[in-house]
Every structure is written in C-alpha cells, then in structure tokens.
C-alpha cells in the first residue's frame, strides 16, 4: 500500500508540473509575434499570452500603436501606449536563451510593432 500510495501521489505531481510548463504563442492579427514559454508572477504562460493579445486587441484598428520598454528592478515591461502587454523576467530569459531581459523585451516589442504595422497595411 505504501508504493502504490507514493507512486499515486508522484504521478499526480508530475501531471499538475507538466500542466504549468505549456508555452502559449502571442498573436496579433494573424501574425504569430513570439512565444511566452513559461508561467510567471502567478500567471500561466497562457495567461500572459491572452493578456498580450488582450491589450493588442483593444488598439488594433486605432490610428497610433506606440510600444514602448518600462524597467523594473530585474524584470522589463513591453506598454502599447502606456497600457501593460507582458512582463519580461530573467526566467523568460533563461526560458528563451537570451543575453538579458532588456534584449528579449527589445525584440518582443519589435515583433509586436511589425505585426501591428502590417495590421493597419491590411485595412
């Protein structure tokens, strides 16, 4: 009883830590911008990701589209005019093998700028 107990309980952990590791890409428009790969400050990857979109989806169509990077202590936060889109993290940097968080957040805003400008080409 006591093996079959414990190999309960570690299969659920494994289940309930291989839940949290799923990626979740951000899209904007129909373009794919880049892939948030893991949870962080008490969010799910794919949480972030809809946050992202959520954000994107309440300018798309709009006239101005200004990302822009906000510093803060170790993390970097990428802001379409002025409103959070995503925290950038060391565990994303370590997650997307960057050089720092102001690098990965450089290019997520840069992606995140290309596809929002080619949104407003399509209209």
Not at 22 to 45: L, N, P, Q, T, W
Not at 106 to 114: D, E, I
Request: glycine share 8%; with cysteine.
């Amino acid at each position: 009883m006591k093996w079959t107990g414990w190999l309960a309980v570690t299969t659920v952990t494994i289940l309930l830590l291989s839940g949290t590791g799923h990626a979740a890409d951000v899209y904007c428009g129909s373009m794919r911008c880049f892939e948030v790969k893991i949870a962080a400050g008490g969010h799910s990857a794919q949480a972030r990701a809809d946050r992202a979109m959520n954000v994107l989806n309440q300018y798309l169509g709009g006239k101005t589209g200004k990302f822009t990077l906000r510093t803060k202590r170790s993390h970097v936060e990428v802001l379409l005019n002025g409103d959070l889109l995503v925290t950038v993290t060391t565990a994303d940097v370590r997650a997307a093998q960057s050089q720092s968080t102001r690098a990965l957040a450089g290019s997520w805003r840069a992606a995140l700028s290309r596809a929002f400008e080619a949104t407003k080409a399509q209209k």
